[in-house]
């Protein structure tokens, strides 16, 4: 127990050590405005890719209308397909004599009807899904985008993959694996 205690107390101490690697005599720009992750969010939540705007990637709009248009669309379509399929299905269930299934009577069974009802079900609601998953993808995609807003793109850095095999002598077998190589030419 006091071991425990101790890795505890130990653990609190070095995530609670803050570290200050710059010094406070850097000056900053009067004139420089911080681009805001949350201001980001904030604008693509109340208005789908307003936050890409915000940061200035407008070739991504598109890109986000088509994603949440295209999955409501086919939404709303299972969902009317469902509708029509449930309607069809009642009327032929009701033993009311006055209402009858003219679109599908002779085309599917009352078991093909009840089938087409749930598989629409099942799509529609996948694709309601796909609609908020579309839409929180564009907050974050905004909110990341505003974090990455200054990072440095430039030529003087390089990065590489590299396939590698290691032998091991202690097995006496090769693994391979993936080198990554950051160089910075400054």
């Known amino acids: 127990m006091t071991k425990r205690l101790l890795y505890l107390i130990l653990l609190l101490g ?12 850097t000056k900053v720009d009067p004139n420089f405005i911080e681009h805001s992750p949350k201001k980001a969010s904030l604008l693509s939540a109340i208005l789908p890719g307003a936050g890409q705007v915000y940061n200035k990637k407008y070739w ?4 986000v209308y088509g994603a949440i248009g295209a ?6 379509d299972q969902k009317k397909q469902f509708e029509e399929f ?6 032929r269930v009701d033993d009311d004599p006055n209402t009858n ?6 085309i599917y069974t009352d078991q093909n009807l009840l ?8 799509n529609r609601d996948l694709m309601f899904v796909l609609t908020g ?11 990341v985008d505003a974090h ?3 990072f440095d793109v430039s030529d003087d850095l390089q990065a590489s993959f590299r396939p590698k095999l290691l032998y091991n002598p202690y097995n006496q077998h090769y693994t391979t694996g993936v080198q990554l190589n950051i160089k910075f030419k400054r």
């Open 14 to 25: 070095f995530t609670s050590l803050q570290l200050n690697a710059q010094s406070d005599t």
């Open 60 to 63: 991504k709009v598109p890109l």
């Open 71 to 76: 999955s409501l669309y086919f939404a709303l």
């Open 86 to 91: 449930k309607d069809a299905y009642l009327y």
């Open 101 to 106: 299934d003219d679109k599908y009577t002779g």
């Open 115 to 122: 089938t087409l009802i749930e598989n629409r079900r099942r």
């Open 133 to 143: 998953f579309s839409y929180m993808l564009n907050i974050v995609d905004a909110a």
């Open 148 to 150: 990455l807003y200054y």
